[in-house]
């Protein structure tokens, strides 16, 4: 029975496999998130569990799974405990079933997908001691990191080389794809926002930030090895370009910017002292706006992804009742799949830019200056 | 809630790998295509404001042009006018040139034909009298072969002259 359901597990690895019908989703994984942890049965097929292994990050790249045989890229741990720094191959944990200097892969509780330190009882058992180490590993989200980043990297230099070779000549090859793209965020983004006079030196990071999600939201939509990683809908990922953005509006926040927060002009008095009601709002929506960036952009693309697999979970979920029922769901699934697939195109688009031009909203607001008081 | 929560792994390797790209493009990727966009662009710029000022420059040569020809077609005007004047003035003189040659040649033959006439009168004049006297010779010879002859013509002779 656990081999079935390794099998329909793993067989459906293909991971961004789009679906629709939202509510039917909810639905099935609420369900099987939150009742099943319980009453769950051994070899039944679990949407929950699946959607949220395949959206989480993970030790090892899982390529795909021949009935029981795993084909898998094993990456680095690395952990830090008691100060200790450990650095093993992820391929010890044996696809998460076996324990290795007393670390394992946490199977269930809170920390569950995560490695934890494991330490034994007096009856000489293996027990989760709920410390955890400093997990600094090269997962699979951090090696699709390293993957766009060099991507990026590469394209982008070796375009500059086309520029600076050809000069005020029309663009050629790559360049000519991606300058339409470039002139955007800099007319349409950067400009717009922050004004003609000091776009210029924010133009770098919204460049950066916007090619970025943009490759990576469309690396995610790949389902094979080199994408395949959920990697901005990951919230450490978003929260690192949302604090990126909120270090640079803080640091480039002129006298108005400040002013505007400890002593908001055009507010009645009353609402600052004796209670600094508006100075308190004010502040709180200095951490509100990098917060939304990071939940919009983490929420946009888990629930695009979470969507696509709920649908092809119907699949099996159909199937396990009766198999031609499952053969018929599938072509359904599969047409909404390809839906799901264009629209998350436009998706990928849409989160880069809106995550780029907020940003840039938000620097132009710091530097702003205002002349009259209103 | 391990999906809403962030890992400080992914937060360390995020910040030093997207710090690094986001250096590495801002020194080699954007300084160098944004100032090649510049420059495109001011290029662009320039070729259009060249071509605004080269078309005023053709609009200018135009009237210029214009004024040149028209100009010219004046010149060329006043020069006909003045070569239609000068030869009527040739015209006229040749003309009165040739008029007072022919009538000088007219007088001219007038005279040489007066002259021959007279000539031929004089000539004329002459052979008759020489004619004449023959005549009168022959006659006289004729009339004054025999003397019954002579008696009739001295009688006639006689006859008309008046004898005043």
Do not use: C
């Not at chain 1, 410390?131 to 980043?149: E, Q, R």
């Not at chain 1, 590469?154 to 000069?167: T, V």
């Not at chain 1, 955007?184 to 004004?195: C, M, N, P």
């Not at chain 1, 370009?241 to 270090?247: E, Q």
């Amino acid at each position: 029975m656990n081999m079935r359901m390794t099998f329909v597990n793993r067989s459906i690895m293909n991971k961004y496999i789009l679906g629709v019908i939202l509510l039917f989703f909810v639905f099935v994984s609420n369900n099987n998130l939150f009742a099943g942890e319980t009453e769950k049965e051994k070899g039944k097929f679990n949407a929950g569990e699946m959607i949220i292994e395949h959206i989480s990050d993970a030790y090892e790249w899982h390529v795909m799974s021949i009935g029981e045989t795993h084909v898998s890229i094993p990456l680095p741990v690395i952990l830090i405990y008691n100060g200790e720094i450990k650095t093993f191959m992820s391929s010890n944990f044996h696809h998460g079933t076996a324990s290795y200097e007393d670390f394992k892969i946490a199977e269930e509780g809170a920390h569950k997908g995560k490695i934890v330190h494991i330490s034994k009882d007096a009856a000489g058992k293996e027990v989760d001691d709920e410390t955890l180490p400093y997990d600094f590993s090269i997962t699979k989200n951090v090696m699709a990191l390293f993957i766009s980043v060099f991507l990026i990297g590469f394209l982008f230099i070796s375009i500059s080389r086309g520029y600076k070779k050809r000069g005020p000549a029309s663009p050629k090859g790559m360049a000519s794809l991606l300058e339409p793209i470039i002139l955007f965020v800099r007319d349409d983004i950067a400009k717009s926002s922050i004004g003609e006079k000091k776009y210029e030196r924010y133009l770098p990071f919204l460049l950066t930030v916007f090619f970025f999600i943009f490759l990576n939201n469309l690396l995610g939509l790949i389902p094979f090895f080199p994408g395949g990683a959920n990697l901005t809908g990951n919230i450490a990922v978003t929260l690192t370009l949302a604090i990126f953005t909120f270090i640079i509006t803080t640091f480039s926040g002129n006298k108005d910017y400040w002013k505007h927060i400890v002593n908001a002009p055009g507010v009645p008095w009353w609402l600052k002292i004796p209670i600094p009601l508006m100075p308190i709002v004010e502040l709180v929506g200095v951490f509100t706006k990098p917060f939304v960036l990071m939940v919009r952009l983490f929420a946009n693309i888990t629930a695009g992804h979470i969507i696509a697999l709920g649908f092809i979970s119907l699949i099996f979920i159909f199937g396990e009742m009766n198999v031609g029922l499952g053969y018929g769901v599938s072509v359904v699934s599969v047409v909404f799949y390809v839906f799901m697939g264009l629209l998350e195109l436009l998706v990928a688009f849409i989160q880069a830019y809106v995550f780029t031009l907020l940003s840039a909203l938000y620097f132009g607001m710091a530097i702003e200056e205002h002349h009259k008081e209103h | 809630m391990g999906l809403v929560t962030p890992g400080i792994g992914l937060i360390f390797w995020m910040t030093l790998s997207f710090g690094i790209l986001f250096f590495i493009l801002a020194k080699f990727a954007w300084k160098p295509i944004m100032a090649t966009l510049r420059e495109r662009e001011q290029s662009i710029d320039e070729a259009l404001q060249q071509a605004i000022a080269t078309k005023e420059e053709m609009k200018a040569l135009q009237f210029s042009n214009e004024q040149l020809l028209k100009e010219a077609k004046e010149e060329r005007d006043t020069i006909l006018k003045d070569a239609r004047h000068i030869r009527d003035g040739i015209l006229e003189e040749a003309k009165n040139k040739a008029n007072q040659e022919y009538n000088r040649i007219l007088e001219s033959a007038k005279e040489s034909i007066h002259y021959e006439k007279m000539n031929a009168i004089t000539e004329l004049k002459n052979q008759i009298a020489t004619l004449s006297i023959e005549i009168a010779e022959k006659l006289l010879k004729e009339e004054l072969s025999d003397k019954a002859k002579q008696k009739v013509l001295i009688d006639k002779m006689m006859d008309n002259v008046n004898f005043n």
